[in-house]
């Protein structure tokens, strides 16, 4: 589901490409999206890039410690915030990355349960 959900804001965001305002009197612009999804299982993709980036696609997070099961549930609780604070860090870090590499955030939107969409541009 949350493939076809990134198909179609691919195919909306290229749309949108089409019918936009001409661009500044730099030039045209390249486009890219940043999907940020936190609610993912271990060893998944949290973060793609459409296109790639750098020659990156996605950014995955180690997987979960292989005694979690085995865990109580306040130190599951401490794993997932850890966890989570790392997924926050490491998108804001991938952010600063493409930002200080000449890319320009243009829209970010919420999609799914938490998850996030930047739109960003690069002067050709």
């Known amino acids: 589901m949350k493939k076809i959900i990134m198909i179609l804001l691919v195919l909306i965001s290229q749309a949108c490409q089409s019918n936009a305002a001409p661009a500044s009197a730099a030039g045209v612009f390249t486009y890219m999206q940043i999907f940020f999804t936190p609610n993912v299982l271990p060893d998944s993709a949290f973060i793609t890039f459409t296109p790639t980036f750098q020659k990156q696609r996605e950014i995955k997070l180690n997987g979960m410690p292989k005694n979690f099961a085995d865990l ?28 200080a590499d000449g890319w320009e955030v243009v829209q970010m939107t919420s999609y799914g349960e938490g998850g996030l969409v930047y739109l960003l541009r690069h002067a050709k």
Do not use: P, Y
Not at 75 to 96: H, S
């Open 72 to 99: 109580g549930f306040s130190e599951m609780l401490m794993v997932q915030a850890k966890r989570n604070q790392e997924m926050r860090d490491t998108l804001i870090k991938t952010i600063n990355t493409v930002t």
